[in-house]
């Protein structure tokens, strides 16, 4: 992202940018500061305007206003954040994502979110602004090139700016990216990220924040027992991956891993998918995106925490040395396991990297993968589910995703359906009956978990989004990176 970004303190009114944002509150915009001083600089035609056009500033509703020369700035752009007088945290950044959202078509903007709490505001509108002006045209040519790319936002603050402002500005944009990144992996088409071509993105990440990483090919992952995870990837010409980056820091106060499923393509395998709907299944890496995402803001916040990130990359093709229903594989921590649909794909990838993963003796283990459609029955394509069976851990990552802005839902852990997922010929059948089918997915995982204190994120829906809204663009959305980061530094103290 080539964007510049600053933070100022002079009169806004006087901004020569091209568009200039003001966050409102819903109603009584003439007592709002910000609003009253715009208003007054354009004559007294920016209140007249919102009148006729019934204009109430709710929740990112956006008017957008031509100011025909009256100012320097040729568009005033009035983003509601609601009822609110006080914004939240999570609600500062998705505003911010949406004002910048609306002037993507121009080449400078300017910003003025509001009386900053901290600078903690701060890192959230930069993290916003980064977000909002997220676009994926890498395959673009001709007339279909954007005409104007956004490159200079000005942030405008009442009072001088501090140090600490700077600072949170910068680690706002460097999250941002990060949250990018793994928008970046999810919108790339298939043939391009493989699950060498995930690798490879891995790499980069590793490189630009010097943290360390490991990378199984096939051989590796034999030697090592991953059998689940090449069962799947048995079928395809593209070969899977085993990915670990570690970010160690000398005293960390403790330890987090993340796991994330990363079927770079998903056909199903010989339980082939219908057609119509098959191409979204590249987004079936949502969760090692998300990890590799996480990584990345990792080592630009460079938090009191050593953090792992585990990504079990694989396509999952029906070739004609596919695993099949009815075969039966050895985990890698030696539970044998029944093939039942070869479309459930993810737990058997899940599986083996878990059992890796709890060698690694962390404080907690978190894993996010695209599992289960039921996941999508039950909460819709806006939230996802979360699983655990620590309440304390549960509070904690609950108010890590409130506080990122990310919708999760926590779902029971229902031991009774257990039973669905014993075999008559080895120790588990790796899927159960239609109903319930996103807890026995987890139930599923947790048998692979040990004492660890564990997560599993259902992420199946809000990982790509069909329009824009609020943080996410249209397309991959970079949930939930956020949430793991928060998370992280709520541990990191």
């Not at 990584?295 to 093709?317: Q, W």
Request: glycine share 10%; hydrophobic share 45%.
């Amino acid at each position: 992202m080539s964007l510049e970004i600053r933070i100022e303190s002079g009169d806004f009114a006087t901004s020569a940018a091209d568009a200039l944002a003001v966050l409102v509150s819903e109603g009584g915009f003439e007592k709002q500061p910000a609003f009253a001083h715009l208003d007054k600089a354009l004559g007294g035609a920016l209140a007249a305007h919102v009148s006729e056009a019934n204009y109430r500033g709710r929740v990112d509703e956006v008017l957008d206003v031509p100011t025909l020369g009256r100012i320097a700035a040729r568009r005033v752009i009035l983003v509601g954040t609601g009822k609110r007088k006080v914004l939240s945290g999570a609600r500062l950044r998705s505003s911010v994502a949406t004002a910048t959202r609306a002037a993507l078509n121009t080449t400078s903007f300017a910003i003025v979110p509001g009386d900053f709490k901290s600078s903690d505001d701060v890192r959230r509108v930069a993290e916003g602004v980064g977000l909002g002006a997220y676009t994926f045209t890498k395959y673009f040519t001709g007339e279909r090139l954007p005409k104007r790319v956004l490159g200079d936002v000005t942030v405008y603050k009442r009072g001088r700016a501090t140090t600490a402002d700077k600072r949170a500005l910068d680690q706002g944009m460097a999250v941002a990216r990060a949250v990018n990144i793994a928008r970046d992996a999810v919108n790339e088409p298939p043939n391009v990220l493989t699950p060498e071509g995930l690798a490879e993105a891995a790499r980069k990440v590793a490189k630009e924040g010097k943290l360390k990483i490991t990378v199984l090919d096939e051989k590796g992952m034999a030697k090592a027992g991953m059998r689940l995870h090449l069962a799947v990837a048995q079928g395809s010409a593209n070969p899977p991956r085993f990915i670990h980056l570690s970010y160690t820091p000398k005293r960390a106060k403790s330890k987090i891993v993340f796991v994330g499923k990363g079927l770079t393509f998903d056909s199903g395998g010989l339980c082939i998918k219908p057609a119509p709907g098959m191409g979204d299944m590249k987004t079936d890496m949502g969760g090692g995106a998300a990890v590799l995402g996480t990584m990345a803001a990792i080592a630009a916040l460079a938090p009191n925490a050593e953090v792992h990130g585990i990504i079990a990359a694989a396509e999952n093709m029906p070739d004609g040395n596919a695993y099949r229903p009815a075969d039966v594989f050895t985990s890698l921590d030696g539970k044998t396991v029944e093939i039942i649909n070869t479309d459930a794909e993810g737990r058997l990838v899940l599986a083996d990297a878990l059992a890796y993963a709890r060698k690694l003796e962390p404080d907690v283990m978190i894993d996010a993968a695209t599992l289960t459609g039921a996941c999508l029955v039950a909460l819709g394509k806006n939230c996802s589910a979360y699983y655990t069976a620590d309440d304390k851990l549960s509070k904690r990552f609950r108010t890590a995703a409130e506080d990122a802005g990310e919708k999760f839902w926590r779902m029971p852990l229902l031991d009774e359906l257990r039973e669905q997922l014993a075999s008559d010929i080895a120790d588990l059948k790796h899927t159960g009956d239609r109903y319930g089918g996103s807890i026995t997915a987890a139930l599923f995982l947790r048998e692979f978990v040990g004492e660890v204190p564990w997560i599993h994120c259902d992420v199946a829906g809000p990982v790509y989004a069909d329009r824009p809204s609020g943080l996410y663009p249209k397309g991959a959305t970079g949930h939930p990176v956020l949430t793991f980061v928060t998370f992280v530094e709520s541990l990191a103290g």
